[in-house]
Structure formats: structure tokens, C-alpha cells
């Protein structure tokens, strides 16, 4: 079982938005940090945004600084990215991780343990 559930993808036109969620369960996801990252086929994963325990420390992407926000709420288990002004290029596989490194969140995807198994974001008109 995934200890990671993600939602909220989709097809939305450019300029749109999408909020993505990521349930964690079977472990204690609030002492971990939570990344999302995204991939397309034959390229590389890449590191869009990353929230430490606690909500102190976050980091995003360039690519995506000011059109994204990366959000947690501990009781619910859930990390929420919030994805607006949707470009054709966002358009990939989001899945979200789980990481010990602390104090500071990074975007480097092999400090992440546990991973979810992610859903489809496509932005196209």
C-alpha cells in the first residue's frame, strides 16, 4: 500500500488552476517533511515545492515561484499544492514524498523515502 495518496489533478486550459492534495497514511507524516515533485516521460524528476514539519521552512521551484503555494494541515494528514496561472510546461506527473531531512526542506528527490504513486496534471487548449 502507497502511504501516499494524491487527487486533484486533471486537464485544465492555460492560465487555469488546480489544487492537489496528498493524504498521507500508516505512518506519522507530521515529523516528515512533504515535497511534491513532477516528471515527464524521459526527462528527469524535478523538484517543484517542499514544506518542512512544521510549516517553518519552504521552497519552490523557480519555474513555479508565484504561481504555486504548498500548504500542510497535520490533523487532516494532508499536503495541499495550489497550482495557479497553468502553463503548457507544468503539464506532467505529480507525486508527493516524504523526507527526514530537517530543519530546512529540500528539492532534491533522492533525500525522499516514501513515495506516493501520483496523479496526472495536463494543461493544454
Known amino acids: 500500500q502507497s502511504p501516499f495518496v494524491e487527487s486533484g489533478g486533471g486537464l485544465v486550459q492555460p492560465g487555469g488552476s488546480l489544487t492537489l492534495s496528498c493524504v498521507a497514511s500508516?505512518?506519522?507524516?507530521?515529523?516528515?517533511?512533504i515535497g511534491w515533485f513532477r516528471q515527464v516521460p524521459g526527462k528527469e524528476r524535478e523538484g517543484v515545492s517542499c514544506i518542512n514539519s512544521g510549516g517553518t521552512s519552504i521552497q519552490y521551484a523557480d519555474s513555479v515561484k508565484g504561481r504555486f503555494t504548498i500548504s500542510r494541515d497535520d490533523l487532516k494528514k494532508t499536503v495541499y499544492l495550489r497550482m495557479n496561472s497553468l502553463k503548457p510546461e507544468d503539464t506532467a506527473v505529480y507525486s508527493c514524498?516524504?523526507?527526514?531531512?530537517?530543519?530546512?526542506?529540500?528539492?532534491?528527490?533522492?533525500?525522499?523515502?516514501?513515495w506516493g504513486r501520483g496523479t496526472q496534471v495536463s494543461v493544454s487548449s
Open positions: 500508516g505512518f506519522g507524516s507530521e515529523y516528515y517533511a
Open positions: 514524498a516524504a523526507s527526514t531531512v530537517q530543519p530546512q526542506c529540500v528539492l532534491n528527490f533522492p533525500e525522499y523515502d516514501y
